[in-house]
């Protein structure tokens, strides 16, 4: 009967153990409890977003680089948006906008002005670890900031971009549409793995952006 109870007590430790093991795996780090709480935010609130968004990234301001093109001359992707989601993090909504208000400048056959996708950032350092990592969890492009009083480039920092495609189009347009070797490719919902990935590349501010 002892031996029974004991037996009965080391299973109920078991299952316990087995319960809290799989709520941990369940638990998203703080950097998506964040991104995912603005998000839900913005779904009921979306005068939040800004083109132009200003940075605090070390005592600097900073502009996500881009054409001059925000509401008062403020740099910025062209057809993005953006909330702050908390230190070092933002959500953005990605349009098929170009520079200036250029229509379908991102893809042609989806309507002008259309939600292309949903954007989580984070900004952090390139690193050949840190790449890795952020591509793994979709984040496969990386892009520059500008320093807004003189449009430097940050020494050592970037935005970590993953972008969740609304729905299905081709890309076929953006920055490199007219670089030799371009290749248009078709997005479906979803994470989309090969929006213009980057995350290869190390970054050098001295070099320009890639």
């Not at 031996?3 to 080391?10: C, D, E, G, H, P």
């Not at 990386?142 to 729905?167: F, N």
């Amino acid at each position: 009967m002892r031996k029974f109870k004991v037996l009965r007590f080391a299973a109920l430790i078991g299952v316990v153990a087995f319960i809290s093991a799989c709520q941990e795996s369940l638990i998203p780090n703080e950097t998506e409890v964040a991104l995912k709480s603005a998000e839900l935010k913005s779904a009921s609130q979306d005068n939040g977003f800004i083109h132009g968004i200003v940075l605090d990234i070390d005592g600097e301001d900073y502009y996500l680089a881009g054409p001059a093109d925000g509401p008062n001359g403020e740099r910025d992707v062209p057809g993005h948006t953006w909330v702050k989601a908390g230190k070092d993090k933002l959500v953005g909504k990605h349009y098929n906008t170009g520079p200036f208000g250029m229509p379908q400048w991102w893809s042609s056959d989806a309507p002008d002005g259309e939600l292309l996708f949903k954007v989580d950032a984070i900004i952090d350092e390139w690193t050949h670890e840190k790449a890795e990592r952020y591509a793994e969890r979709g984040f496969v492009h990386y892009h520059e900031l500008a320093k807004v009083s003189d449009g430097s480039l940050h020494p050592h920092k970037v935005v970590w971009l993953k972008h969740i495609a609304r729905t299905t189009f081709t890309f076929d347009g953006g920055p490199m549409q007219n670089m030799p070797g371009f290749v248009a490719v078709e997005i479906t919902p979803g994470v989309a793995y090969n929006f213009m990935p980057n995350w290869q590349m190390p970054n050098d501010p001295d070099g320009g952006m890639h």
